[in-house]
Structure formats: structure tokens, C-alpha cells
């Protein structure tokens, strides 16, 4: 196969599905010899009489896996035609996938044997040459299994049969499952000016079943989405000295590393091509829980209710229900800001939650961990940190054109894009829908190029203002809307937000989701950009901020 650079490699959205769950079939056991070091004759040839290939090939795949360890690598090691074409005439394509779909995937469930006959017989009539046995046989195990098991048992036998009974679920070590889940945490917070109420943010956990450890969060003042998703798996799979430096927390958090299985719910966020496609490429594993077996998140759910009770000893707690509140005015008593509770919220899992005897574990989730890697264990994490970020956020396809990259209106220009010009060729644009100051443009390479403005003197704006303005130059009968005026536009919201600071929750909480959202990834990567000033000293004069009460320091000395 010969040694390959990373210019080789596809990129994982380039993919069919076919090729690609052949390529996944194929990573599910190249994968575990690659890591385990030295690599017996007797696992080789289990992997080669498994994956119906020679010894001498598993041999290569594991070389090939080690130089880039990642799912696309084994795409030109995998049986059959590359880079996602086939080698049979369409027309026989064609009959091969009607005849699955009409006759194979029924609830007679026929043998290949027999499906072999109907193509055979409708190839013939066709006058086309009929595929062998093996080409047929490659095409049934691309299938994805559930889709086949639910046409051929039905839906109700399907889920008895793949829903995996998590409740019973057994760990051998730590980050072989973790489990994703959101809430709305039982908290008013407050912004950053006048300490006037905000609402209650989002939490988005990512919880170890083993050690019982809190791998990463992401909190926000918006609804749960891709974007929370994403941000909530790097989190949990990078190294965190720098987002503990950023804080000022001087605590360690030594919990990290890429996960094999990730178990969550059926929201529409964990579903998005990015995140399926995201993992498989770092090979991690997604399994959903079946519609109305609430009790498979039961692991996540006790943890986000341990946090919440910790959270109701907070000023300006919602509690769970109204009886739990009775006469408490939680707005009234609403003091912490987005980012106070961030480090609060670090602060609880690092430190009362994480060295508290488990009573399943009967040890602290700390020492757990501790024990793991005093044995040996040793996190797995992505070669490029950044680029990991990436394959999780949001794209669009674009081609590059004299003018740069157009997205959601706004131009954006890089002088290493200046030879595909021309050329046709539709690049995948990642972006981070907090700040759009920058996008991130895949390049033929597989690399990622960061692109800014065209114009440099904008101001980073996120997806949510510029939704929020081309919706307000349509209202005014604009029939074409150009950067100019977003930008114009957007400028006369944040005039308005900031007039409308002192009085209006729904400005203070607009306000505080726009300076909290420049410090997203695009930012990240050339040097914070400029904040928007809101409130601005002219329209939002300065109030005192309400000092803590020695009763509400008692309760922050306690939390930290």
C-alpha cells in the first residue's frame, strides 16, 4: 500500500455511506491492534479470517492506522473500488439495490444465495453481465445492520433486539462509555454590568461511567444544539490546562481522553452528519437510547440531579419545582454572572464532587481515576487538537471565487485561496455560529485554513445577530441583502440592545449571549477579537454593583 501523507487521505463528509461503513468495519478491528503495541501472530490472523483478507494485508492496515489514526486511513487498505466509485456498470448498480430493497430486506428474509438468483435473472433479461456472488456480498454487509433487522423483524423486534439495556451495563475501564445529556440549570443568573436577571443557562454534561467522573461541560445561555454538542466532546476529550488558565483556576483536571462508546438520547442535536461522521472518524462509537426507555440515561440523569441539589444552595436558585421555592423570590435574589457560574460549576465537580466517596465505586471519582493511570492507563487523545474541534462544528460547501468565500452574506478572503480560484471546486467551510469573524475552510489537503473578513475592519458579529438582522432588512422590504448592510445593521441592534440594557431582560440576556460568544473558536485561534461594548457608558450609566452578603459568601466559600 505503500506510506501515505495526510494529503492522501479522504476526508470523511467525501465519503458514500457504503464505502464508509466498509471503512468503519474495517477500523472496528484494525483500531485495537494498532494501540495495543506489539501485535501476536495468532490476533493478526483472527483480524485477517475476520475481515476476509490476507495476514500480510492486516499488516499493512495496522501500518497505515499508526501514521494517521484515524478512520480515513484504512479507505484505500479496504476491499473493492477507492475513493467512493464502483466498478460495476451503473445500470447493474441499479438492479443490485432495487432487488436488496424489494426482495432481500423482507420479512421472508432471504439468503443471499437466493437474492444471487433474482439479480442474476433480472441482469440477464437487462442484457447485462451478472455480478459475482462476492460483489453481491460486499453490497448486503455496507448495509447498515438496524436498517435491515427493522425491514426484516419490524420496528418493535428491531429495538428489543440492538437497544442495548444500559442499566446493567459493565465497565472494564475508564473511557469505554460516557453519556451526554442536557438541562436547564435551576439557577437565574445575572449579567455583568448591573447584576440584573438574565434567566436560566444550559448545562451540557459529559459523563465517565466508570470512574464516575465529569469529563467536560459546556454551559449557555442558548437552547441546547450542534454547536453545544461539540463543544461540550472537546471539552471532555482535550487536555484542559489552558481553559482552567483562562478561568484562573489554579485546580487540576486531569480528566481527558477520546472515548470508544457515547450513549445519549434522541434529541435532534445528536444527530447532525457532523457528530456521526465527527466520531467515526476518531472512532468513537454513538449508541441512542430506544424512544420511551427514559431509565437507559439513569447514570447521567443522577449525576445532573446531584449538581442540581448542590446548585439549589446557590443565591438565586429556581429550585426543582414551585413547592421547593414556596415564597423565595429567586430573581431578587439573583447575583452570579454566565461566567461566575462556569467557574462555580468547575469548581463543585473538582472539588466536593470528585473527592467524595462514591457509593458504588466506594472510593472518591478522583482516586478512581488516579488508579487507572498509576496501573498504566493512558488517555488517548487526537493528534490535532484543533482540527478535532473542527470535524464536530457546523459547515456549508462553497466555491472559491475571485471576491473569496461567501457565507451568510458576509465575504471572507485568504491569500493561500488565491489558486482555486476558478476552479469549481466546492470546499466544505466550517464555522462556529458564536462568532463569525473567521471561518475555517477544508482544504484539498484535508488541512484547515483559517479565513477572516475580507474587510478586517468588521466587527465579529455571531450567527445569531446576523439571523436577527437580515430578518429586520427584509421586514423593511430590502429585496437584496448585501454585508453592508448586515453589518449596518447589526450595528443599530447593539445601539438598541444597549439603550434597552438597564430595563429589558430579554436586552441583558442578548447582550451577555453577544460578549460571551466572541470568545468562541474562531477567536480562539488569532488572538481574542474586539468585544462589543454593551451597555456603552453613554446609554447604560454605570450602577453600583450590589455587594455579597456575608450569608451569600458563606455559600461561595462553601462551593469552592
Given at each position: 500500500m505503500g506510506r501515505r501523507t495526510v494529503e492522501d487521505l479522504q476526508k470523511p463528509l467525501d465519503v458514500d455511506d457504503a464505502t464508509w461503513e466498509e471503512a468503519v468495519r474495517y477500523a472496528a478491528v484494525i483500531r485495537p491492534l494498532a494501540e495495543a503495541g506489539r501485535v501476536g501472530v495468532a490476533g493478526v490472523d483472527r483480524a485477517a479470517q475476520e475481515l476476509g483478507v490476507s495476514s500480510r494485508k492486516v499488516y499493512r492496515l495496522i501500518r497505515a492506522f499508526r501514521t494517521h489514526s484515524v478512520t480515513t486511513s484504512l479507505l484505500k487498505g479496504a476491499p473493492g473500488p477507492g475513493k467512493g466509485t464502483r466498478l460495476l456498470p451503473p445500470k447493474t448498480e441499479k438492479i443490485i439495490t432495487d432487488t436488496i430493497e424489494g426482495f432481500y430486506k423482507t420479512l421472508e428474509r432471504p439468503t443471499i444465495k437466493a437474492l444471487q438468483r433474482h439479480i442474476r435473472h433480472d441482469c440477464l433479461a437487462a442484457g447485462l453481465k451478472p455480478p459475482s456472488r462476492k460483489a453481491i456480498s460486499a453490497r448486503v454487509k455496507a448495509l447498515e445492520f438496524r436498517a435491515v433487522v427493522k425491514a426484516r423483524h419490524g420496528s418493535d423486534r428491531a429495538r428489543d433486539l440492538l437497544t442495548p439495556s444500559i442499566g446493567g451495563i459493565r465497565t472494564r475501564e475508564p473511557l469505554q462509555v460516557v453519556q451526554i445529556d442536557h438541562t436547564k440549570v435551576d439557577l437565574q443568573l445575572t449579567d455583568e454590568h448591573l447584576r440584573e436577571v438574565l434567566g436560566r443557562p444550559y448545562l451540557t454534561l459529559v459523563f465517565e461511567l466508570h470512574t464516575r467522573t465529569v469529563l467536560g461541560f459546556y454551559v449557555s445561555l442558548d437552547p441546547p444544539s450542534a454547536t453545544s454538542v461539540a463543544l461540550a466532546v472537546a471539552h471532555a476529550v482535550l487536555p484542559k490546562e489552558n481553559w482552567l488558565a483562562q478561568r484562573g483556576l489554579e485546580i487540576a483536571w486531569p480528566?481527558?481522553?477520546?472515548?470508544?462508546?457515547?450513549?445519549?438520547?434522541?434529541?435532534?442535536?445528536?444527530?447532525?452528519?457532523?457528530?456521526?461522521?465527527?466520531?467515526?472518524?476518531?472512532?468513537?462509537?454513538?449508541?441512542?437510547?430506544?424512544?420511551?426507555?427514559?431509565?437507559?440515561?439513569?447514570?447521567?440523569?443522577?449525576?445532573?440531579?446531584?449538581?442540581?441539589?448542590?446548585?439549589?444552595?446557590?443565591?438565586?436558585?429556581?429550585?426543582?419545582?414551585?413547592?421547593?421555592?414556596?415564597?423565595?423570590?429567586?430573581?431578587?435574589?439573583?447575583?452570579?454572572?454566565?461566567?461566575?457560574?462556569?467557574?462555580?460549576?468547575?469548581?463543585?465537580?473538582?472539588?466536593?464532587?470528585?473527592?467524595?466517596?462514591?457509593?458504588?465505586?466506594?472510593?472518591?471519582?478522583?482516586?478512581?481515576?488516579?488508579?487507572?493511570?498509576?496501573?498504566?492507563?493512558?488517555?488517548?487523545?487526537?493528534?490535532?487538537?484543533?482540527?478535532?474541534?473542527?470535524?464536530?462544528?457546523?459547515?456549508?460547501?462553497?466555491?472559491?471565487?475571485?471576491?473569496?468565500?461567501?457565507?451568510?452574506?458576509?465575504?471572507?478572503?485568504?491569500?493561500?485561496?488565491?489558486?482555486?480560484?476558478?476552479?469549481?471546486?466546492?470546499?466544505?467551510?466550517?464555522?462556529?455560529?458564536?462568532?463569525?469573524?473567521?471561518?475555517?475552510?477544508?482544504?484539498?489537503?484535508?488541512?484547515?485554513?483559517?479565513?477572516?473578513?475580507?474587510?478586517?475592519?468588521?466587527?465579529?458579529?455571531?450567527?445569531?445577530?446576523?439571523?436577527?438582522?437580515?430578518?429586520?432588512?427584509?421586514?423593511?422590504?430590502?429585496?437584496?441583502?448585501?454585508?453592508?448592510?448586515?453589518?449596518?445593521?447589526?450595528?443599530?441592534?447593539?445601539?438598541?440592545?444597549?439603550?434597552?440594557?438597564?430595563?429589558?431582560?430579554?436586552?441583558?440576556?442578548?447582550?451577555?449571549?453577544?460578549?460571551?460568544?466572541?470568545?468562541?473558536?474562531?477567536?480562539?485561534?488569532?488572538?481574542?477579537?474586539?468585544?462589543?461594548?454593551?451597555?456603552?457608558?453613554?446609554?447604560?450609566?454605570?450602577?453600583?454593583?450590589?455587594?455579597?452578603?456575608?450569608?451569600?459568601?458563606?455559600?461561595?466559600?462553601?462551593?469552592?
Open positions: 480528566m481527558h481522553g477520546l472515548m470508544r462508546f457515547i450513549h445519549l438520547d434522541n434529541a435532534k442535536e445528536f444527530h447532525s452528519r457532523a457528530l456521526s461522521r465527527g466520531c467515526q472518524q476518531h472512532g468513537i462509537q454513538l449508541a441512542y437510547r430506544a424512544p420511551g426507555t427514559p431509565h437507559h440515561g439513569g447514570h447521567i440523569e443522577r449525576m445532573m440531579g446531584t449538581l442540581m441539589q448542590r446548585i439549589h444552595e446557590l443565591p438565586g436558585t429556581t429550585f426543582s419545582n414551585i413547592a421547593e421555592r414556596g415564597d423565595y423570590d429567586s430573581e431578587k435574589k439573583a447575583l452570579l454572572t454566565l461566567s461566575e457560574f462556569d467557574r462555580l460549576l468547575a469548581l463543585t465537580v473538582l472539588g466536593p464532587y470528585h473527592n467524595e466517596v462514591h457509593s458504588r465505586l466506594q472510593k472518591t471519582p478522583a482516586a478512581a481515576w488516579t488508579e487507572w493511570l498509576a496501573s498504566g492507563g493512558t488517555p488517548a487523545v487526537p493528534q490535532d487538537g484543533e482540527a478535532f474541534v473542527l470535524d464536530f462544528l457546523p459547515f456549508e460547501e462553497r466555491m472559491v471565487r475571485r471576491e473569496g468565500i461567501r457565507l451568510f452574506n458576509i465575504h471572507y478572503y485568504d491569500g493561500a485561496l488565491a489558486s482555486l480560484i476558478g476552479e469549481g471546486r466546492r470546499l466544505r467551510v466550517k464555522y462556529d455560529p458564536r462568532n463569525l469573524s473567521a471561518v475555517f475552510v477544508e482544504m484539498p489537503d484535508s488541512s484547515y485554513l483559517r479565513t477572516p473578513y475580507a474587510d478586517l475592519c468588521r466587527p465579529a458579529i455571531s450567527l445569531w445577530e446576523q439571523r436577527q438582522a437580515v430578518k429586520r432588512l427584509n421586514e423593511e422590504g430590502r429585496r437584496t441583502v448585501d454585508e453592508h448592510a448586515i453589518f449596518a445593521a447589526v450595528q443599530a441592534q447593539r445601539e438598541i440592545l444597549a439603550k434597552a440594557y438597564q430595563d429589558s431582560k430579554a436586552a441583558r440576556r442578548s447582550a451577555t449571549r453577544l460578549v460571551h460568544g466572541q470568545q468562541g473558536t474562531a477567536g480562539n485561534r488569532s488572538g481574542t477579537p474586539p468585544k462589543p461594548q454593551l451597555p456603552s457608558p453613554d446609554s447604560a450609566p454605570d450602577a453600583e454593583v450590589p455587594p455579597l452578603s456575608d450569608e451569600d459568601m458563606e455559600k461561595m466559600e462553601f462551593w469552592s
